[in-house]
């Protein structure tokens, strides 16, 4: 006989696509049944990354901007009653070449002790800044929680 499912955090990576939006509200509903909190790490893509490490972007106006999309989340998990946290972490590294998107995921979620992962598909659009495309077929092969790709 199988045990339930203990979760208490669910972890949704993003990174302001469409998908994103999607991946927080499963996050939220399954955060709602089980009577848990979210998490939301929004994953830098490589172009934004470089322009932070060479000074041609201030981290405080991309903390600006994603902070809208980090808007938008936690007005979804509030209307379910759902506490929502945040972070923003670097999906690539100039330095360290085993940084990527998908190891960024599973590094936040061991971190935070997540008991779920729900990650976004990969997008329709190819928009550059969406930098979790290739992501969820890594999470779903390595990740040692429960995860839902959406």
Partial sequence: MTE????????????????????????????????????????????????IETGAVDETSVADDTGAFVDTAVEIAESSGVHLSSSIAYGFSTRVKTRHPGSVILDTAEELA????????????????EVLEKAAEYVLLYASQPTLSV
């Fill in 4 to 51: 339930p499912l203990d979760i208490d955090l669910v972890l949704a990576p993003v990174d302001g696509s469409e998908e994103s939006v999607t991946a927080i509200e499963y996050a939220v509903a399954i955060a709602a049944e089980y009577d848990a909190d979210v998490h939301t790490v929004y994953v830098l893509g490589e172009e934004v990354t470089r322009a």
């Fill in 114 to 129: 997540a008991d779920f992962v729900v990650v976004p598909r990969e997008p329709v659009s190819g928009d550059p800044g």
